[in-house]
């Protein structure tokens, strides 16, 4: 079974930076899309940033400019880059892979990491 395991939030005040990991573990026979999802006291869960095979990364309006997703498959982590962080990226932080897994067969999985908080202070 695979899991995503994320760390990397925190407390910050408002201009500055955080850096955003996720860690995947386990047998990961392709990669479907990857990103970030975050979700906001009192709001949905939102899509942050998410990169589908073969495509470029789309990001959130509400983040362009100030975010980059990345990725190293070499050690199946995927990165999130926070810079110029506002009050309003005020949330819990999750990754998300759709990945397809072969147990017995070949499987499609929603994985979810655990979620980060990170506060943005004013």
């Known amino acids: 079974q695979v899991q995503l395991v994320e760390s990397g939030g925190g407390l910050v005040q408002a201009g500055g930076s955080l850096r955003l990991s996720c860690v995947a573990s386990g047998s990961i026979f392709r990669v479907n899309a990857m990103g970030w999802y975050r979700q906001a006291p009192g709001n949905q869960r939102e899509l942050v940033a998410i990169m589908r095979s073969g495509s470029t990364t789309n990001y959130a309006d509400s983040v362009k400019g100030r975010f980059t997703f990345s990725r190293d498959n070499t050690k199946n982590t995927m990165y999130l880059q926070m810079n110029s962080l506002k009050p309003e990226d005020t949330a819990v932080y999750y990754c998300?892979?759709?990945?397809?897994?072969?147990?017995?067969?070949?499987?499609?999985?929603?994985?979810w990491g655990q979620g980060t908080l990170v506060t943005v202070s004013s």
């Open positions: 998300y892979a759709d990945l397809t897994v072969i147990i017995g067969t070949s499987r499609d999985l929603e994985v």
